[in-house]
């Protein structure tokens, strides 16, 4: 047996709440390594950091346009999470064209040079199909959680709309 729907005023609580959360944690995330990026001279990275804490500006924006009762809201919260897998794919693209593949082969210690040279594979090849696997496997989690993110939004509109309508009844029986 399924649990009846969720009422829209609840609905409408839950989507403010997560997109509150989720709007902060990428404002702090990515300015968090904005600023290690800029600190450390990676102007790609410190780009990307500021337009990555972007999306949670205007994520946090459309959560505000829906406590002032605006569902114009429900827009920016898709928007934010469109914009920021744009952003992220955009970032693995210019990773994958721009790969520094010398700062890894430093890391690499004797024993995985000789399991890769065991392997009948080139160090330098290997390095590049591990970072292009990298990026592959970055761009579908991207695309699966902002992508499901934006459904989740899209799918929680009408109940949004029909709470926001009920709150303005409620203030014009009010007055």
Not at 98 to 114: A, G, I, N, P
Not at 131 to 156: D, E, K, P
Request: net charge negative.
């Amino acid at each position: 047996m399924r649990a009846p729907p969720l009422l829209p005023e609840e609905t409408l609580y839950r989507v403010i709440r997560f997109g509150r959360f989720n709007g902060i944690s990428e404002l702090v995330v990515a300015g968090v390594f904005g600023l290690i990026c800029a600190a450390s001279k990676d102007v790609p990275g410190a780009a990307i950091g500021v337009l990555v804490a972007g999306a949670g500006v205007l994520e946090l924006h459309g959560v505000g346009l829906l406590r002032h009762g605006d569902k114009r809201g429900v827009s920016w919260l898709i928007g934010s999470q469109l914009y920021l897998l744009v952003i992220v794919l955009a970032y693995i693209g210019y990773r994958s064209q721009h790969l520094d593949l010398e700062s890894v082969r430093m890391v690499l210690s004797s024993e995985q040079r000789e399991t890769i040279a065991a392997a009948g594979i080139e160090e330098t090849e290997f390095l590049r199909i591990i970072a292009n696997i990298s990026n592959a496997i970055f761009g579908v989690i991207t695309l699966l959680y902002q992508g499901g993110m934006a459904l989740y939004y899209h799918r929680r509109r009408a109940p949004i709309e029909t709470a926001l309508e009920m709150d303005q009844v409620d203030e014009a029986d009010d007055a």
